[in-house]
């Protein structure tokens, strides 16, 4: 599995979670990318809109004030290109398929394997 050399590309990572956060660092860590981190849908909405750097985000689904299926369709009132891959512990093809319908690109299921999290960035960072 390769390592994608993300350099100067910014993610954005809403998760409320710490521990599930920390995980995601480590491995966007080796990506060399700069993270942006939301801690639920009101900052992930608030950054998308005012950080034009952004040019992906992971979006937790379950979270404390707005779940990740209202904030991506929020955001894709005002942005209709930026990919946006949801990361989900719902296992069912109905809770991805709300995902998608709300306007996620792609769905990963938690937890996160960081060879399907590379395959899923390499499709949007060539």
């Keep these: 599995m390769a390592i994608l050399n993300l350099e100067h590309h910014t993610i954005l990572v809403v ?15 080796l990506t060399k990318s700069n993270l942006i981190r939301a801690r639920n849908g009101n900052e992930a909405i608030q950054l998308s809109r ?11 689904i379950q979270l404390p ?9 929020e955001i894709r009132k005002f942005d209709h290109e930026l990919p946006i891959i949801a990361q989900t512990a719902g296992k069912t093809q109905y809770e ?4 998608l319908e709300a306007g996620c690109n792609e769905v990963l299921v938690k937890p996160i ?6 395959a ?3 499709k949007y960072f060539q």
């Design 65 to 73: 004030d707005i779940d990740g299926n209202t904030v991506t369709r």
């Design 15 to 29: 998760e409320d979670d710490d521990m599930s956060f920390l995980y995601l660092s480590q491995i966007f860590k």
């Design 96 to 99: 991805q398929d709300i995902a």
């Design 113 to 118: 394997k960081m060879e399907d999290l590379m």
């Design 50 to 60: 005012i950080n034009t750097e952004i040019e992906l985000i992971l979006m937790d």
């Design 120 to 122: 899923t960035l390499g």
